[in-house]
């Protein structure tokens, strides 16, 4: 790796860091609100550093936005759940790590000379978008769901339905959204780091 390619790496590492931070500590700059949804973007960005910069780098920007997750739970909370839930790094750090690892792989591994590239960074932002929303929905049933259904005042057994319906509503067109973004930020990010 010449010194240009290592200078542009370290870089956009610390700028993409810069951006999960501002946008998961600034209302609004890392969420979408439309009608009664309020849609995440900030995966976006994990999922361009996993494109643009690789597996190790989509997982350290993902741990970022995690850790931070993780430490607002505790000292500034978003909902009066996030005490209970996202103070549990299975459920607010390791889906964000695991978002910039798919969508790597899907990107450079699986999807690698099948299919252009402006559809691999589609698929793999469909796709890392996919991980956060089903692992995070995922990890709150299975480790929190009585709480959870409490704080949303629902029988448990009205739980599941609830939140198939998130992924269907939110989780679907947060995936869209990735997909759409993913390609127009990640491809001339991508042309300045191979020239």
């Known amino acids: 790796m010449n010194n240009n390619n290592k200078t542009f790496r370290i870089v956009l590492v ?35 550093a996993a494109i643009v910069l690789g597996t ?32 549990n790094p299975l459920v607010s750090v390791l889906p964000r790590i695991l978002i910039g690892v798919v969508a790597a792989y899907v990107f450079h591994r699986l999807l690698s000379g099948k299919l252009n590239e402006t559809v691999r960074m589609s698929v793999a932002g469909v796709l890392g978008s996919l991980t956060n929303t089903v692992l ?31 992924v ?12 759409v973004f993913t390609p127009i930020i990640s491809k001339p990010l991508l042309r300045m780091r191979k020239k």
């Open 136 to 166: 995070v929905l995922g990890f709150i049933y299975l480790f929190y769901r009585e709480p959870y259904a409490n704080f949303l005042k629902m029988d448990l057994e009205q739980l599941l339905p609830a939140l198939l319906t998130i």
């Open 14 to 48: 610390g700028m993409l860091s810069a951006i999960i931070i501002i946008q998961t500590t600034i209302p609004f700059l890392g969420y979408i609100p439309i009608g009664p949804l309020s849609l995440t973007i900030i995966q976006v960005t994990v999922i361009i």
């Open 56 to 87: 190790k780098e989509g997982a350290i920007i993902g741990g970022i936005w995690g850790f931070i997750t993780f430490i607002r739970a505790f000292v500034a909370p978003t909902s009066l759940i996030a005490p209970i839930v996202f103070t």
């Open 168 to 179: 269907a509503t939110n989780g679907i067109t947060e995936a869209i959204l990735s997909g």
